[in-house]
C-alpha cells in the first residue's frame, strides 16, 4: 500500500514520538497522533481528519482499541479505513479477537528503531 495520510491513535506520546520519527525516515505521508480514541473517533465521524489508514493501540484508558473498532465499523462512512492494530501484546488470541473485530493487520510493536522503519516500510511505502 502506498498510504499518503497516517493517523495514530496511541495515549503513550513517547511510542508516536517513536513512531512519527520511524515514519518521517522512510516516508514523506502526512502523519497525526491522537492520544484518545474518543476524540480520534469524533475527528473522523465530523470528517475533521481523513486518514487512509489508522494504527490503532489496543491498551488504552477510556476506550480500548477493541471498543474503537467496534464503533468505527458502525459508522458508514469510514467502516472502510484500513486499520493496523499496533500494539505491544503478542498473544495470538488478542490478534485473532483483533482481526475478529475488524482489524486488517496486527503488528506488535518493536523496541528496536530500525525494525520499525523496516515494519513501516513493508506497511506504509
Known amino acids: 500500500m502506498n498510504y499518503k495520510n497516517i ?3 496511541d ?3 513517547d511510542d508516536c514520538e517513536f513512531f512519527m520519527e520511524a515514519l518521517q525516515a522512510v516516508s514523506n505521508a502526512d502523519y497525526t497522533a491522537i492520544q484518545n480514541p474518543v476524540e480520534a473517533l469524533n475527528k473522523l465521524i465530523q470528517k475533521e481528519i481523513n486518514p487512509d489508514v489508522i494504527f ?3 491498551n488504552m ?3 480500548s482499541g477493541f471498543e ?8 458508514e462512512a469510514i467502516k472502510n479505513i484500513p486499520v493496523i ?3 505491544t501484546s503478542q498473544f495470538e488470541e488478542i490478534k485473532l479477537k483483533a482481526r475478529n473485530y475488524g482489524a486488517n493487520e496486527y503488528i506488535s510493536k518493536p523496541s528496536d528503531f530500525n525494525e520499525l522503519k523496516k ?3 513493508h506497511y506504509i511505502v
Open 11 to 13: 495515549d503513550d506520546v
Open 68 to 75: 474503537f473498532l467496534i464503533e468505527i465499523k458502525k459508522q
Open 61 to 63: 484508558p477510556i476506550m
Open 7 to 9: 493517523l495514530q491513535i
Open 56 to 58: 490503532l493501540d489496543l
Open 119 to 121: 515494519i513501516l516500510s
Open 85 to 87: 492494530i499496533f500494539s
